[in-house]
């Protein structure tokens, strides 16, 4: 079992950018495939981007494309999101999100949770 906690979100002007973080418990956070969905208000929660455990295969919506980078640091049992070039429509609640296996966009294959961290990114 994997206990998920986001940071780093915050209000920032369009063009700008943040980074993400999530900090996983317990000793196992290196055998989990990880992922960011963002739920924007009144829509459903979407995938952002998700990493292997060994992060070496990376996914990325095309929303985010170019634009984002997620990584990791197995050492630090912490999940990374680079956003840059932020635009409005990035505003929303990012989540951090497990699974043991392959990297997938569906968020209901994943099995924690973190609590979210809000972005807000103003025109």
């Known amino acids: 079992q994997v206990q998920l906690v986001e940071s780093g979100g915050g209000l920032v002007q369009a063009g700008g950018s943040l980074r993400l973080s999530c900090a996983a418990s317990g000793r196992t956070f290196s055998s989990y495939a990880m992922a960011w969905f963002r739920r924007a208000p009144g829509k459903e929660r979407e995938f952002v981007a998700a990493?292997?455990?060994?992060?070496?295969?990376?996914v990325y919506a095309d929303s985010v494309k170019g634009r984002s980078t997620i990584s990791r640091d197995n050492a630090k049992n912490t999940l990374y999101l680079q956003m840059n070039s932020l635009k409005p429509e990035d505003t929303a609640v990012y989540f951090c999100?497990?699974?043991?296996?392959?990297?997938?966009?569906?968020?209901?294959?994943?099995?924690?949770w973190g609590q979210g961290t809000q972005v807000t990114v103003s025109s």
């Open positions: 990493i292997n455990w060994s992060a070496g295969n990376t």
């Open positions: 999100a497990a699974r043991l296996g392959l990297i997938v966009r569906a968020p209901t294959s994943y099995a924690y």
